[in-house]
């Protein structure tokens, strides 16, 4: 669908005008022109940024209501609020999910069939519901919004099994225009947000991963009680609204009350709270009632809270990925902010712990059986039939359809049903086949709790480290972080360079690797890759197979035929 081109003069007008933005940022007109010529837009920028502002305007300006997929309710209702708190007293926003009223349901499906509701949010696994569906079809969608389009990629970080059906949801709705917006995208995810969503040649825009204004740090310990002790100094010590991320809800509320003791105003936040006490954590935070959170990664996805003065993480997160959305909540104002983790190699077990699991290989021959056997019967089976034939949970249920569909052992039809592949392997070699795809995504989180290893160990620049995960090269060290501070990123560097391969050496000792930043490799034993970091005498390459891997160059020349471009 192509539509007129809105002069940029409009659409600056339209966003005053409506919103009150007196300026744009960078990236947001020229995603939202495109939105407005009808093409897709795959939208990366750091947290902060403005990519909510990319669908608010362009579906404003686009006749027809939008709908955006928002993985959590808290997310869903942050959004509502921005934008009842932006817009204008004709612009409504509706939401369609499981925590709200049924009255209230109901009326926004009305609000969205009269034409009133512009925005309608829903959470993916709503898409599951073929009613749902066929009443967005019947509103005749104009724009679909994705929100964390890194939820759709297996190779991202925090892979959720409901978004892998949004490709699907598209085709019945006439495949309308798709904005696919996040923070933490890598090459390889952005590739496979576009194959899954089905985006059409879209246009990306990515402005960048870095956030100058935060300062990083990690402080090491050995102990656990001298770890504790420094969490609590540091953060009475603090000025400011701030964060404390746990790994643990015990921990989120211990943390917040030893605080409250020592006179900060602190509040725990976990998904085990009432939805009650979370909005008030939450809401009080917001108003700066409430100074300090202490929270699981459950707190914080989506929040406006632009004068945040520092993000200090008591335990190490799962994976560079969600690091950096964390910290990202940071000095959104563009002011300075404190970014710290306090580092135990030990904690490390506990995010390889929840790396460790797989797929459920009672579940996947169920599902494979009983989908083989409607195939055989009757051509196709509903994926909700399929759900109360086997008394699966939605999740379960989820789980494994995506994981044979990966296995190519079950294919989705354009009206969402289930069919066996063409061939009817046998079903323990459809179980087998889906099994590998679930060990493929632990190896995969796991070499991603080695990569937050290799941050906070790091002597080098920890930006560079940081940028260079996600595939942007940063030149020099940053001159703003612990390591670059106390000289031993200059040291790091220099010894690096005397360890790189001489052969390996181009003009005036610079490196000459035939390995490129985001070029494509083969390994000879872990396949096909991306380099996603290169350094002095070292690359990391994120393998499909292993994850993410780093690479001596001195390996690499004295084995040439060990890793290849393609």
């Not at 290893?453 to 595939?471: I, K, S």
Request: charged fraction near 25%; charge should be negative; hydrophobic fraction near 40%.
């Amino acid at each position: 669908m192509r539509r007129r081109l809105f002069p940029a003069a409009t659409v600056r007008r339209t966003a005053r005008d409506r919103f009150g933005w007196r300026t744009l940022r960078p990236g947001q007109l020229e995603a939202i022109r495109a939105l407005l010529k009808g093409d897709d837009v795959l939208v990366v920028m750091p947290t902060g940024a403005g990519k909510s502002a990319v669908y608010q305007l362009g579906g404003l300006l686009i006749e027809g209501p939008t709908v955006v997929v928002s993985p959590l309710i808290a997310l869903q209702r942050d959004q509502l609020a921005s934008l009842t708190k932006r817009g204008d007293q004709h612009l409504q926003a509706v939401a369609v999910n499981s925590a709200q009223r049924a009255a209230t349901t109901t009326q926004a499906w009305e609000s969205l069939s009269t034409g009133d509701a512009e925005f309608v949010f829903l959470a993916p696994e709503q898409l599951a519901n073929d009613d749902v569906v066929d009443r967005l079809a019947t509103a005749g969608v104009s724009l679909f919004v994705v929100d964390e389009a890194h939820c759709v990629s297996a190779w991202g970080h925090d892979f959720r099994p409901d978004y892998l059906r949004i490709g699907d949801v598209l085709e019945r709705l006439g495949s309308p225009p798709v904005v696919a917006l996040t923070a933490t995208a890598a090459p390889p995810v952005r590739a496979e947000i576009v194959e899954r969503l089905r985006m059409r040649a879209p246009r990306q825009i990515i402005t960048g991963f870095d956030r100058p204004n935060l300062h990083l740090a990690v402080e090491r310990f050995t102990e656990d009680h001298r770890k504790e002790a420094a969490l609590l100094d540091k953060v009475a010590e603090l000025t400011g609204a701030g964060l404390v991320y746990t790994a643990t809800r015990k921990d989120s509320e211990r943390y917040a009350a030893e605080l409250a003791e020592r006179g900060r105003s602190a509040r725990a936040y976990h998904a085990g709270l009432k939805a009650a006490e979370r909005d008030e954590v939450h809401e009080a935070f917001l108003s700066g009632d409430v100074e300090v959170v202490v929270a699981t990664s459950a707190f914080g996805m989506g929040i406006d809270k632009p004068d945040v003065r520092f993000v200090v993480h008591a335990d190490v997160s799962e994976s560079l990925d969600s690091y950096y959305q964390e910290i990202g909540r940071a000095g959104r104002d563009g002011d300075p902010a404190e970014v710290l983790l306090l580092y135990r190699s030990e904690d490390l077990g506990l995010r390889n712990f929840y790396a460790s699991g797989g797929a459920d290989p009672d579940t996947l021959t169920s599902v494979a059986a009983a989908v083989r056997a409607h195939t055989h019967l009757e051509g196709a089976v509903e994926p909700s039939a399929l759900k109360e034939e086997l008394g699966l949970s939605h999740t379960r249920l989820t789980n494994a359809v995506n994981l044979l569909e990966q296995a190519d052992v079950l294919e989705v039809d354009a009206d969402g049903r289930l069919h066996y592949a063409e061939g009817d392997p046998k079903i323990g070699d459809a179980v087998g086949a889906a099994t590998e795809v679930a060990e493929s995504h632990v190896r995969m989180d796991r070499s991603r709790v080695e990569m937050m290893r290799g941050y906070a160990e790091t002597t080098g620049c920890r930006r560079q480290f940081l940028l260079g995960y996600f595939g942007e090269s940063l030149p020099q060290p940053c001159g703003r972080c612990d390591t670059c501070e106390s000289g031993s990123a200059s040291a790091a560097r220099a010894e690096a360079r005397e360890r790189r391969p001489a052969a390996r050496r181009g003009r005036r000792g610079a490196p000459a690797t035939p390995f490129p930043l985001n070029a494509a490799v083969a390994h000879r034993e872990w396949g096909p890759g991306i380099v996603m970091r290169v350094e002095d005498d070292r690359i990391t390459v994120l393998f499909e197979s292993v994850g993410y891997k780093t690479l001596a160059l001195a390996a690499l020349h004295d084995d040439d035929g060990l890793l290849a471009p393609v």
